[in-house]
């Protein structure tokens, strides 16, 4: 394994390796380029925190203000931690900013999203998280047993409009994995999502054309955004956001054949 070098004194950084590693990832072997943010939902109060380490990392601008949910809950978690926002009033917003996460529904965007979930009440227009509805922005919807993500353009035409068959989440009672892959800059194909590292659907992008800019509103977790309607039902653990195309190796990792697999 060759190693490169730093100047004498110099401090050592992931990059000055030859090889790609976690920083502080404690031997998971999930390289962690391109974590814009990561959240474990393992805090008892206050702010859930972006605890991701990456060079690419957001920062604390991405911390999540959370408003009524539930701290702390087992139920079930893979990790024995989660989050619980509970359809009613409970929702997260992730600061004010409506510029940090313009990477995934820009002209060029590439973008990844993992999560573990529980959902506990099945309803039709259940919101997940997002920045938008109207026009330039991305957001999930988690109608029924069905995992919706739509990009629009500041015109507000669709970008992407996909929902997945029936059934993506199973039923309301276990825990799963779901991972969605966006790239934008492919001809099609350009939407995959998955179900605990398998059940993948995919989806190809319209011939509308994306918009570089901010989005119109703040990012919310749980309610829709720019709204006081919408709420979502579920747990939630080990949100990780990412600005590259994991690949399947990276998926069946954080997997981990269904014990879930911590980034640090």
């Not at 409009?161 to 029936?166: F, L, N, P, V």
Request: proline share 2%; with cysteine.
């Amino acid at each position: 394994m060759k190693i490169h070098g730093t100047a004498k004194g110099g401090a050592l950084d992931k990059k000055d390796f030859g090889v790609a590693f976690s920083s502080g990832g404690g031997g998971t072997g999930i390289d962690d380029t391109g974590l814009k943010a990561y959240y474990k939902f393992n805090e008892t109060s206050g702010d859930i925190t972006n605890v991701s380490e990456s060079d690419d990392s957001i920062g604390s601008s991405a911390n999540i203000q959370i408003t009524g949910a539930s701290y702390n809950q087992d139920d079930g978690s893979p990790f024995e931690y989660s989050m619980l926002f509970d359809g009613t009033n409970d929702f997260g917003a992730f600061g004010t900013s409506t510029s940090i996460w313009n990477y995934q529904h820009s002209t060029t965007a590439q973008w990844s999203r993992v999560f573990w979930m529980r959902l506990r009440t099945e309803a039709e227009e259940a919101w997940l998280l997002g920045n938008t509805e109207s026009n330039t922005g991305s957001y999930n919807y988690l109608p029924n047993d069905e995992i919706y993500q739509a990009i629009r353009n500041a015109t507000g035409q669709s970008i992407l409009s996909s929902t997945t068959s029936g059934n993506m989440i199973p039923n309301t009672t276990s825990w799963n994995m779901y991972s969605i892959t966006c790239d934008l800059t492919l001809d099609d194909t350009n939407l995959i999502i998955q179900r605990n590292g398998a059940n993948e659907e995919t989806f190809d992008k319209t011939a509308n054309t994306p918009t570089n800019g901010n989005a119109v509103n703040a990012r919310t977790i749980a309610r829709k955004s720019g709204s006081s309607s919408q709420f979502g039902h579920f747990n939630i653990a080990e949100l990780s956001e990412w600005s590259v195309v994991l690949d399947q190796d990276a998926i069946d990792k954080l997997y981990n054949s269904g014990s879930g697999q911590a980034i640090y």
